[in-house]
T-cell receptor, first 113, second 116 residues
Framework: DGGITQSPKYLFRKEGQNVTLSCEQN?????MYWYRQDPGQGLRLIYY???????QKGDIAEGYSVSREKKESFPLTVTSAQKNPTAFYLC????????????FGEGSRLTVL | AQKVTQAQTEISVVEKEDVTLDCVYE???????LFWYKQPPSGELVFLIR??????QNEISGRYSWNFQKSTSSFNFTITASQVVDSAVYFC?????????????FGGGTRVLVKP
């Protein structure tokens, strides 16, 4: 089945550690996105990528990094510089940039201990 | 700057009642898309509808209906005869078609709890 796979589903991290969240899609979509979800705040855009080897900062990119070496993969690294990393992270893709319709993964919940 | 406001943070209804979710948006653009997404307990957001700013016709899909009023910048969503499976968080979103990457701006979400 086509879709977006995020892993791990749950992740615990000690303060000061970097952690990488995986996002893989087999929908052949060009654009991919990372959102952060906090209670009552909706979704906020961290990074997005429209094509391979290119990505752009979203509204809250500080403390995060991404790469887009392959069309199907868009991993997100939460670095130790992110001051409040505990959140629910959602990866999404879009088949054509002018449609606006996002397809989402099931999310990764990161908890910093 | 674009903004989407969902004033209702949580709505609780009994099964078979109708429930309306409000969405008010702000944008300076004349061309944009509006969306509704559903987030069930499993976590992934599921696309429900996209509406172009030029199309103000209301839309009905089964028990779901949407009321788009450009004059009041609102895009409200009604679930008729609610069911327990409708329990989820619902997000309204706005897309600027001219912005790079076609980024969506999301509202804060409305949690709907349908009790049997």
């Amino acid at each position: 089945d086509g879709g977006i796979t995020q892993s791990p589903k749950y992740l615990f991290r000690k303060e000061g550690q970097n952690v990488t969240l995986s996002c893989e899609q087999n929908l052949n979509h060009d654009a991919m996105y990372w959102y952060r979800q906090d209670p009552g705040q909706g979704l906020r855009l961290i990074y997005y990528s429209q094509i391979v080897n290119d990505f752009q900062k979203g509204d809250i990119a500080e403390g995060y990094s991404v790469s887009r070496e392959k069309k199907e993969s868009f991993p997100l690294t939460v670095t130790s510089a992110q001051k409040n990393p505990t959140a629910f992270y959602l990866c999404a893709s879009m088949w054509a940039v002018n449609t606006g319709e996002l397809f989402f993964g099931e999310g990764s919940r990161l908890t910093v201990l | 700057a674009q903004k989407v406001t969902q004033a209702q943070t949580e709505i609780s209804v009994v099964e078979k009642e109708d429930v309306t979710l409000d969405c008010v948006y702000e944008t300076r653009d004349t061309t944009y898309y509006l969306f509704w997404y559903k987030q069930p307990p499993s976590g992934e957001l599921v696309f429900l509808i996209r509406r172009n700013s030029f199309d103000e016709q209301n839309e009905i899909s089964g028990r779901y209906s949407w009321n788009f009023q450009k004059s009041t910048s609102s895009f409200n969503f009604t679930i008729t005869a609610s069911q327990v499976v409708d329990s989820a968080v619902y997000f309204c979103a706005l897309s600027d078609l001219k912005a790079a990457g076609n980024k969506l701006t999301f509202g804060g979400g409305t949690r709907v709890l349908v009790k049997p």
